[in-house]
């Protein structure tokens, strides 16, 4: 079944540092760009970033410079490093392909003292 799986959420206080990762089953994410969305509670499902399959990589401007999006097409997964964290970074995170437009089901990032 192709499919994504993220997995790597939880908890941590602000300024703390978590990875998320997305596996593809199949299908080839390394000729997939694979994007990442957040949705926070009440509120619409935002993109973060995406990284493309020559490996280049873009981030909306408040995540740009604590995220960091790579792949390992090995492991068929792609990563969300993401530092610093902020409260406001709080929400279910998902990653999604393109141009097979598969979205994982999310995994929640909690972000508090």
């Known amino acids: 079944q192709v499919q994504l799986v993220e997995s790597g959420g939880g908890l941590v206080q602000p300024g703390g540092s978590l990875r998320l990762s997305c596996v593809a089953f199949?299908?080839?994410?390394?000729?997939?760009?694979m994007q990442w969305y957040r949705q926070a509670p009440g509120k619409q499902r935002d993109w973060v970033g995406y990284?493309?399959?020559?490996?280049?990589?873009f981030y909306v401007d408040s995540v740009e410079g604590r995220f960091t999006i790579s792949r390992d097409n090995a492991k068929n997964t792609v990563y969300l490093q993401m530092n610093n964290l902020k409260p406001e970074d709080t929400a279910v995170y998902y990653c999604?392909?393109?141009?097979?437009?598969?979205w994982g089901r999310g995994t929640q990032v909690t972000v508090s003292s």
């Open positions: 999604k392909s393109s141009p097979a437009e598969i």
């Open positions: 199949e299908i080839d994410a390394s000729l997939q760009s």
């Open positions: 990284i493309s399959p020559s490996g280049n990589t």
